[in-house]
Every structure is written in C-alpha cells, then in structure tokens.
C-alpha cells in the first residue's frame, strides 16, 4: 500500500496538539505538520501500518514511530492516528510542510524498486540504505547512492552493475544538480524502473567474494 505519513513539527506546535487524541484539540491545523513518509510500504491497511510502523519502522521514514496525532493520506482520504483507531478528516496537504523533497527510486534485494519521496539531507539518505553513504555515478546526471560498508557488513546482494561486480543492500537512485541532489524526471525513473524491475538471484559467495569491487557507472 502506498501512503503519506505527516508529523506534528514541535517547534510549530506551541498549543502542544502533539501525540494528544482527537477529542482534545479544537481542531486539526496542516500548517504545523511536516511530510515524513511518501512511498509504498508492505502494509495491507491502516492497522497494519500502525503496528509495523511501531514495531519494525522503515528505512524511509524520516519521523518518529508512528503515533496518536498523527495523519495518514491514501487514496480512500485522510485519516487522524487516534487513541483508539482512526479518524476520518479533512486535510489540506498544501498547507503541510514539504520543502526539500526529492523524487527518487528506491530498490531493495529481492523486490520490484518503486518511486518515493525523500527529504534532500544526508540523514534520509543514511536511513534508506543503512548506512555511511557512497555516491556511484552514472552517465545521464542520475547516481545510485548506496551503503559504502553492506558488504562489510554481510548485506545481501540486490543487482549487478553493468561494469560488473554487485552493489549490496537498498540504494536509491537519484537525480544529481549542480551542487545538491534533485528529482528524478519521469524519464529517469521509467528508464530505472525498467533497468531494476527483475530482482537477481544472488548468493552470498558472490557478494562476499565481491568485496573489494570497484564501482563503475551506467550507460
């Protein structure tokens, strides 16, 4: 299921609505809220993204747990994270906060990659890949941004690159700027998802055997 995921800003908050039930607050203002997740999650519902939110998080949200106060956005509306349950309400999400965002596609081993929304900051992208970053740049303005240490770290191997060897554990592929990371346009993004749509069978011999392996771009 894909979904948006919004948090209360504390430090837009002074009448603290923050983590309080829907009944004791007057109202439910977008304008102290900041985006935290946009991407798809292997979820069925709301309840279950509530308790795999809590209990096994993911690697692109970029908040705390999910909790009371917060607010769901899927296709069927908006939804409050109350106390007991969830709460149908209206929501202007252009009122929310959710500057420094980049389009990026997300590729995990073993899984179909998809597009999601990320926070442009070193911390969203060390939380994606689990890791110290490492830049590997492709030929069209786009890199794959990966974990330097997965294979140090025993990550599973996810797809071989074109100049051979393997990348290990998620990567994001991501549009590059003149000095910042930018959005993938729609034609990087249907270029990548064709390039990474089947997931390689890949054994830990060779990923271990790997190590050592230096990256080289794509065409």
Same mark, same amino acid.
């Given at each position: ?45 709301? +309840? ?24 769901? =956005? ?14 149908? &309400? ?11 965002? &980049?389009? =990026? ?28 970053? +490492?830049? =590997? ?7 794959? =941004? ?40 729609? +034609? ?30 794509? &065409?």
């Amino acid at each position: 299921m894909r979904f948006k995921l919004y948090q209360i800003d504390r430090d837009k908050d002074p009448g603290r609505k923050r983590f309080e039930p829907l009944d004791q607050i007057e109202n439910v203002d977008p304008s102290i809220y900041r985006k935290v997740f946009d991407a798809e999650a292997d979820v069925t519902d709301l +309840e279950d993204a509530y308790a795999t939110f809590n209990i096994e998080g993911h690697a692109l949200l970029n908040g705390h747990s999910m909790s009371v106060s917060d607010v769901i =956005v899927n296709d069927e509306g908006a939804f409050y994270v109350d106390s007991s349950g969830f709460r149908n &309400i209206e929501f202007d999400e252009s009122k929310a906060d959710s500057s420094n965002q &980049i389009r =990026v596609l997300f590729v995990q081993p073993h899984k179909k990659p998809f597009v999601a929304e990320i926070p442009d900051t070193l911390k969203a992208k060390q939380n994606a890949v689990g890791g110290l970053i +490492e830049f =590997v740049y492709n030929t069209d303005e786009t890199a794959l =941004v990966c974990d330097e240490e997965a294979k140090l770290k025993n990550k599973e191997g996810n797809r071989y690159l074109d100049g051979g060897g393997i990348i290990a554990g998620n990567f994001l592929v991501v549009g590059l700027g003149e000095e910042d990371c930018r959005s993938l346009t729609d +034609e990087e993004i249907q270029k990548y998802l064709d390039k990474y749509s089947e997931a390689p069978e890949i054994t830990d011999e060779e990923t271990s055997a790997d190590v050592g392996f230096k990256f080289y771009g794509f &065409i």
